[in-house]
C-alpha cells in the first residue's frame, strides 16, 4: 500500500506566495508521473502540473510563469511553488502520483487528501 501526504497551504494575499510538498510513502513501488490537480468550490477538478519521472514538466496555461513544479526522487517527493497567486488559485490542491506496485505488479493512480489554497485580500 502507498500513501501520499500533502503538506503546505494556507491563506494569503493576491500577490503572495505559497508552497506545497507531497510525499509518498509505503513499500515496493515505484513512482512514475507526478501531479498537482486543484477543485474550487463548485467546479470540476483540474489539472495544474505535472512532471515525469525524468523531470518534463506540463503546466496548465492559468499558472505558466507562476507556478513551479519540482521532484526530489530520492525522497518520493514532488512538490509546488505557487508565486503571484491571484485570487483564482483559491481551491483545494491535490497530489497526484502514477504509482507502480512491484509485486504484485500494478500500476494505479493515488491521490493525495487535499490541502486548501486560499487567496484573498
Known amino acids: 500500500q502507498v500513501h501520499l501526504v500533502e503538506s503546505g497551504g494556507g491563506s494569503v494575499q493576491p500577490g503572495g506566495s505559497l508552497s506545497l510538498s507531497c510525499a509518498a510513502s509505503?513499500?515496493?513501488?515505484?513512482?512514475?508521473?507526478m501531479g498537482w490537480y486543484r477543485q474550487a468550490p463548485g467546479k470540476q477538478r483540474e489539472l495544474v502540473a505535472t512532471?515525469?519521472?525524468?523531470?518534463?514538466?506540463n503546466y496548465a496555461d492559468s499558472v505558466k510563469g507562476r507556478f513551479t513544479i519540482s521532484r526530489d526522487n530520492a525522497k518520493n517527493a514532488v512538490g509546488l511553488q505557487m508565486n503571484n497567486l491571484k485570487p483564482e488559485d483559491t481551491a483545494v490542491y491535490y497530489c497526484?502520483?502514477?504509482?507502480?506496485?512491484?509485486?504484485?505488479?500494478?500500476?494505479?493512480?493515488?491521490w493525495g487528501q487535499g490541502t486548501q489554497v486560499t487567496v484573498s485580500s
Open positions: 512532471i515525469t519521472s525524468g523531470g518534463s514538466t
Open positions: 509505503g513499500s515496493s513501488f515505484r513512482l512514475n508521473a
Open positions: 497526484n502520483a502514477d504509482i507502480t506496485l512491484l509485486w504484485p505488479y500494478s500500476r494505479l493512480d493515488y
